[in-house]
């Protein structure tokens, strides 16, 4: 069974740092696509970044470029998104989540990260000004 779930999140002031972990079960995050998406109250879902390693993709959506950066640990079978200079507009429930490696691709070609297929419970990020 494939299971994601999400820790690290808290209340950090702006201008601060979180590392969120995912921690992958049931399936080798290695072998596929891990992206972060978003949910502020009131706003629709935002993909973050994703990394997938088959392909060495990197991607991050313009509003945390220069500032998220994704990495993973093959042996502990998690995933992390190193979140710096945080703005209270980043503050939101982030959320893991896995598929195949072509649909970071996909993002990186796009610009856009469109639902993944298997999702974690989510973990709150909250950034005061």
């Known amino acids: 069974e494939v299971q994601l779930v999400e820790s690290g999140g808290g209340l950090v002031q702006a201008g601060g740092s979180l590392r969120l972990s995912c921690a992958a079960s049931?399936?080798?995050?290695?072998?596929?696509?891990i992206g972060w998406f978003r949910q502020a109250p009131g706003k629709e879902r935002e993909g973050v970044s994703c990394?997938?390693?088959?392909?060495?993709?990197?991607y991050h959506a313009d509003s945390v470029k220069g500032r998220f950066t994704m990495s993973s640990d093959p042996d502990k079978k998690t995933v992390y998104l190193q979140m710096n200079s945080l703005k209270p507009e980043d503050t939101a429930v982030y959320y893991c989540?896995?598929?195949?490696?072509?649909?970071?691709?996909?993002?990186?070609?796009?610009?856009?990260?469109?639902?993944?297929?298997?999702w974690g419970q989510g973990t709150q990020v909250t950034v005061s000004s």
């Open positions: 990394i997938s390693n088959p392909d060495g993709i990197r």
């Open positions: 049931g399936f080798r995050p290695d072998d596929y696509a």
């Open positions: 989540a896995a598929d195949w490696p072509w649909v970071c691709g996909r993002a990186q070609t796009t610009g856009v990260m469109r639902a993944f297929g298997s």
